[in-house]
């Protein structure tokens, strides 16, 4: 009787509980608005791409489906990845998240957010990181510009946007692949850097391709020299990548989106199956048109593995940063 008895009180249990998941699930995504946070300012490339999708996002979830944007600026979208991973683990709270920032940060500093603790949901674009000049530059190869830098014959300054940005990791990984000592010039943006580059401030700049679509065709004439990334863009042929001219370095600028890993899988399943619908959707493909050269979906599952696959370098970049600051 005592075992019958308790059979039925854990029978009784479990329905219970499953009585008060169930609402939420089945409720899930119309009986609220869905946050999709991003980490950085309203008006930057990461908050437009996120603008443009967010109306075809919904509309592949459900009819009842509501997006809102919200912003959360600060540290490398650090405080944008904490936020999400402290909300509910219910899918209202969805990440647009930045690499190599989320998972290079970590890395180099305390960071109030853990980046294993993601469940990607899918990669949006992947944007070329560059390494811009100005059309008059002497130098014409990445190869060249290493060699003259390790030779003493030129002390080279180079724009980049920070330590955990595209940019700022494409320089380091550079510097210690290649051996050469550039001058690093931070800055808060690519809109800053730009204009140092224009009038002659820095030599030369990192930035992504979305920031210089048509180098030839700005006011002062620029000139991509190198893209590093794994394999030359569609958009760039004629340009070649870090790796043709010698030196191991991919870093790519994607976005994408991302829930905490405690999110339920049939939510996380529904997201990405929204997502891919509206990447596809012929009215957002007209929308984003400025992004049309950069889309480049995965899902979450793929875009996990370009993740882990850059682990390696990363930490040992990190290492190196650590060791240098040490020392000094």
Same mark, same amino acid.
């Given at each position: 009787?005592?075992?019958?008895?308790?059979? !039925?009180?854990? =029978?009784?249990?479990?329905?219970?509980?499953?009585?008060?998941?169930?609402?939420?699930?089945?409720?899930?995504?119309?009986?609220?608005?869905?946050?999709?946070?991003?980490?950085?300012?309203? /008006?930057?490339?990461?908050?437009?791409?996120?603008?443009?999708?967010?109306? @075809?996002?919904?509309?592949?979830?459900? /009819?009842?489906?509501?997006?809102?944007? %919200?912003?959360?600026?600060?540290?490398? !979208?650090?405080?944008?990845?904490?936020?999400?991973? =402290?909300?509910?683990?219910?899918?209202?709270?969805?990440? &647009?998240?930045?690499?190599?920032? &989320?998972?290079? &940060?970590?890395?180099?500093?305390?960071?109030? @957010?853990?980046?294993?603790?993601? #469940?990607?949901?899918?990669?949006?674009?992947?944007?070329?990181?560059?390494?811009?000049?100005?059309?008059?530059?002497? @130098?014409?190869?990445?190869?060249?510009?290493?060699?003259?830098?390790?030779?003493?014959?030129?002390?080279?300054?180079?724009?980049?946007?920070?330590?955990?940005?595209?940019?700022? %990791?494409?320089?380091?990984?550079?510097?210690? *692949?290649?051996?050469?000592?550039?001058? *690093?010039?931070?800055?808060?943006?690519? !809109?800053?850097?730009?204009?140092?580059?224009?009038? !002659?401030?820095?030599?030369?700049?990192?930035?992504?391709?979305?920031?210089?679509?048509?180098?030839?065709?700005?006011?002062?004439?620029?000139?991509?020299?190198?893209?590093?990334?794994?394999?030359?863009?569609?958009?760039?042929?004629?340009?070649?990548?870090?790796?043709? *001219? /010698?030196?191991?370095?991919? %870093?790519?600028?994607? =976005? /994408?989106?991302?829930?905490?890993?405690?999110?339920?899988?049939?939510?996380?399943?529904?997201? $990405? #199956?929204?997502?891919?619908?509206?990447?596809?959707?012929?009215?957002?493909? %007209?929308?984003? $048109?400025?992004?049309?050269?950069?889309?480049?979906?995965?899902?979450?599952?793929?875009?996990?593995?370009?993740?882990?696959?850059?682990?390696?370098?990363?930490?040992?970049?990190?290492?190196?940063?650590?060791? =240098?600051?040490?020392?000094?």
């Amino acid at each position: 009787m005592a075992i019958a008895f308790h059979r !039925g009180a854990l =029978r009784a249990a479990i329905l219970t509980v499953a009585g008060f998941c169930s609402p939420a699930l089945a409720a899930w995504p119309g009986d609220k608005p869905i946050e999709l946070v991003v980490g950085f300012a309203a /008006g930057g490339e990461t908050d437009v791409l996120a603008r443009t999708l967010a109306p @075809y996002l919904q509309k592949h979830l459900s /009819g009842a489906a509501n997006l809102i944007i %919200v912003n959360k600026p600060g540290a490398s !979208g650090a405080i944008a990845n904490a936020y999400v991973q =402290r909300a509910a683990k219910d899918g209202y709270t969805v990440a &647009m998240v930045n690499t190599p920032p &989320m998972n290079f &940060m970590p890395l180099v500093q305390s960071t109030p @957010y853990d980046p294993d603790k993601f #469940a990607l949901i899918g990669r949006v674009v992947s944007d070329p990181t560059l390494l811009v000049v100005r059309a008059d530059s002497p @130098y014409t190869s990445l190869k060249d510009l290493v060699a003259a830098v390790k030779a003493g014959r030129a002390n080279v300054s180079i724009g980049q946007n920070g330590l955990g940005s595209n940019g700022g %990791v494409a320089l380091s990984i550079l510097t210690q *692949e290649s051996g050469a000592a550039f001058t *690093e010039v931070p800055f808060t943006g690519t !809109g800053q850097s730009k204009i140092a580059l224009i009038g !002659g401030h820095v030599d030369m700049i990192f930035s992504s391709h979305t920031a210089v679509p048509n180098p030839a065709a700005e006011q002062t004439k620029l000139r991509v020299l190198a893209q590093f990334v794994d394999k030359r863009a569609p958009m760039l042929p004629d340009v070649p990548t870090a790796k043709e *001219e /010698g030196f191991d370095v991919v %870093v790519p600028s994607d =976005r /994408g989106l991302a829930v905490d890993k405690d999110v339920p899988p049939e939510i996380r399943d529904r997201l $990405q #199956a929204a997502l891919e619908a509206a990447l596809k959707d012929p009215e957002f493909l %007209v929308a984003a $048109q400025s992004f049309s050269a950069i889309l480049a979906y995965k899902p979450g599952s793929a875009w996990q593995q370009d993740i882990d696959a850059a682990k390696a370098p990363l930490a040992k970049l990190a290492a190196s940063l650590k060791q =240098r600051a040490a020392g000094r």
